[in-house]
């Protein structure tokens, strides 16, 4: 429990969990985490309880971030382990330059969907990527126009 501004030196009490949206119980006292789990679990309240897979309502993912770009990696809690080998392996064939190549995709989205029909779309916007991941950077202004062109 984080209290803004402020360290909560106490222990746990059964209302701290009131409004959460959801929990993280990450005590060394596993009696605990696991009074905290069952009365998330009375309240409806999403738990996640570190180290203790069978008590969690869910788990977080290994996530692998650039730009708009987000892959999560999870094991189901099996082993965070393995979900963070799997992420550095994800981030080392993420290229580089990638977050630029979706923000110049998404900045051009609206123009291809007003130039073309709806049965158009799909493919001009995979050639359009294709294009991108090519190349390895976005397109110019003039070859994005060159590319309007051929479409």
């Known amino acids: 429990y984080i209290e803004k501004d402020a360290a909560l030196e106490r222990r746990f009490q059964p209302g701290d969990v009131e409004g959460a949206a ?15 789990s069952e009365l998330c679990a009375w309240e409806g ?3 996640n ?30 082993s965070p382990s393995a979900a963070q080998y799997i992420r550095r392996l994800v981030e080392e064939q993420v290229p580089d330059g990638f977050e630029e ?16 029909p709806a049965e158009r779309r799909s493919a001009a916007y995979a050639a359009l990527f294709s294009r991108c991941m090519e190349l390895g950077r976005a397109l110019t202004d003039g070859e994005f126009s060159g590319f309007m062109e051929e479409i």
């Not at 959801?22 to 905290?36: C, G, K, Q, W």
């Not at 309880?49 to 990696?73: H, K, M, N, Q, Y």
């Not at 923000?103 to 073309?116: H, N, P, V, Y």
């Open 22 to 36: 959801l929990v993280i119980a990450a005590t060394d006292d596993a009696e605990l985490n696991a009074a905290v």
């Open 45 to 47: 309240i999403p738990v």
């Open 49 to 78: 309880v570190v180290d203790d897979l069978a008590l969690c309502s869910f788990v977080f993912p290994a996530l692998v971030r650039r730009g708009e770009l987000s892959v999560g990696i999870s094991t189901g809690g099996a």
């Open 101 to 116: 190549i979706l923000d110049f995709l998404a900045a051009r989205r609206a123009q291809l969907k007003s130039a073309l």
